[in-house]
């Protein structure tokens, strides 16, 4: 039966400061660190165990799988790093805080630039201190400026059945430690979640998500490892 574990990165340092984070380079807090260690302790004493790995471009989340599988005594397994998999891009919001936001703009409209499933928030402005075309990790990718959740879904999923789903097909036991927009499209093809719907799943940090699956990657078992003794 094939296993996939879904890992939201630990707390970063804009998680912590309530700030549109997106595609913007963060790291982990003390925190964040500890949420990922204990990932990775909790899925070792539960016997599960991995083949393969994949994870996105931004360090919150390669950092997250490193811990993890620093403390399962896994560091040798292959990863791969794919920018499909990065964090939804808040465009204009990245780097405001989301209280801030609020109390300018009304609670209303910043729900509608979280939580709508096809509404984009305001594109990032070209040469914006939170640009990151010219980063060198995107050399020669199509780096958006702005993203809603099924814009997200569009790079997400098609990398999930061209990279990962063939894995898994294979039998190997895959982990994917992402971020919470690019996590919700991969739960909202597995689980058959609607569009209403998929917007209100919260994915918490740190905490392993465990799939399991048929032979046809039809979804036999969901739920989180820290829920099951």
């Known amino acids: 039966m094939p296993t996939l574990v879904l890992l939201r990165h630990g707390q970063s340092q804009w998680n912590l400061e309530n700030r549109f984070t997106g595609w913007w380079d963060v790291d982990l807090t003390d925190l964040g660190v500890e949420e990922a260690r204990a990932a990775g302790r909790l899925l070792t004493t539960r016997g599960l165990d991995f083949d393969c790995c994949f994870t996105s471009l931004q360090s919150r989340a390669i950092r997250t799988l490193n811990l993890v599988l620093e403390e399962m005594g896994r560091l040798w397994l292959p990863v791969t790093k794919d920018w499909r998999l990065n964090e939804r891009h808040y465009g204009g919001l990245t780097g405001l805080n989301k209280q801030e936001m609020i109390d300018k703009v ?24 939170f640009d990151v075309a010219q980063d060198r990790r995107y050399a020669g990718l199509p780096v958006p400026n702005t993203e809603s959740l099924k814009d997200t879904i569009a790079r997400a999923l098609p990398y999930f059945q061209a990279e990962i789903a063939p894995a898994l097909k294979a ?39 465990v799939y399991e699956l048929g032979d046809d990657l039809s979804v036999k078992d969901r739920y989180y490892l820290s829920e099951r003794a």
């Open 106 to 129: 009304g609670a209303e409209q910043v729900k509608i630039w979280r939580r709508s499933f096809d509404i984009p928030p305001p594109p990032l402005e070209s040469g914006s201190q």
């Open 171 to 209: 039998g190997k036991r895959v982990i994917v430690a992402a971020h919470g927009n690019s996590l919700r499209a991969l739960e909202k093809h597995l689980s058959n979640i609607g569009d209403d719907e998929i917007v209100g799943l919260e994915i918490p940090t740190g905490q392993p998500i």
